[in-house]
């Protein structure tokens, strides 16, 4: 706790000026008071920039990397605005990461990144939100979909992202039917002057066909053939 804090003049003021119904759907009330008697604070003492503050806020600013096991997630933690003094330890950004378990690890949250691009068909629709294994067909056939569409968007540009995987290709949970974004891109390769162009996308369709099989999805939407010859068939030539 810095010094200069006066926890009962806090509160007092922070009882008129925010109550937990104005907190938005990306915020909650700072972690570090439920964290009090564990060890995962690391060594002490705290540096002055380490937010101690019972009254803090952490606010979801979005997700920095996402991986086989866990994703990492940027966070600010901060008095509100109102409250601060310019002090050390009243704002800082942090970052969680946040393991999942194995039947968390592939479509489980699909229907958040689905939002808006829903079929037609109300009981697929049904389905997915419900969580059903046939809702989980039909939420992985969305995702190949769009990680088609993501092969195809490179190969009408001329080119091939050279490393493609389900780990560099992200979207916003936050928004109804968002756009993917390619991260990792320095490789990108000219599918139509490099003469290892075709083969790199070959090798993209392949290792995101194989993730998505392996997550449920069906071989029909997942030949990787298919989708190389459909990105070829697409490409814009000189």
């Not at 392949?206 to 069906?218: D, E, F, Y």
């Not at 070829?232 to 030539?237: D, E, I, K, S």
């Amino acid at each position: 706790m810095t010094p200069s804090f006066d926890r009962d003049a806090f509160f007092a003021r922070s009882l008129l000026t925010m109550s937990v119904a104005e907190l938005d759907d990306d915020q909650r009330w700072s972690t570090w008071p439920e964290t009090t008697h564990t060890l995962d604070r690391g060594p002490q003492p705290f540096p002055a920039w380490v937010v101690q503050h019972d009254g803090a806020v952490d606010t979801e600013l979005g997700v920095l990397k996402t991986g086989k096991e866990a994703d990492a997630f940027l966070l600010e933690r901060a008095l509100p605005d109102q409250l601060r003094t310019g002090a050390a330890g009243e704002a800082a950004l942090l970052v969680a990461k946040r393991y999942r378990s194995p039947e968390h690890s592939s479509f489980h949250r699909s229907h958040q990144y689905t939002e808006g691009r829903r079929g037609t068909d109300s009981r697929e629709a049904r389905a997915v939100a419900k969580g059903t294994a046939f809702g989980r067909q039909v939420a992985a056939a969305q995702w190949a979909r769009t990680l088609r569409e993501v092969v195809l968007g490179f190969a009408e540009l001329g080119l091939v992202h050279g490393d493609l995987s389900p780990y560099n290709i992200l979207i916003d949970p936050r928004g109804g039917g968002a756009e993917p974004v390619i991260i990792d891109v320095p490789q990108v390769i000219d599918l139509i002057a490099n003469p290892n162009g075709p083969e790199f996308l070959r090798r993209d369709c392949r290792t995101v066909c194989t993730w998505l099989r392996a997550n449920g999805a069906g071989d029909a939407a997942t030949d990787p053939q298919e989708w190389a010859d459909a990105a070829l068939g697409t490409c814009r030539t000189p």
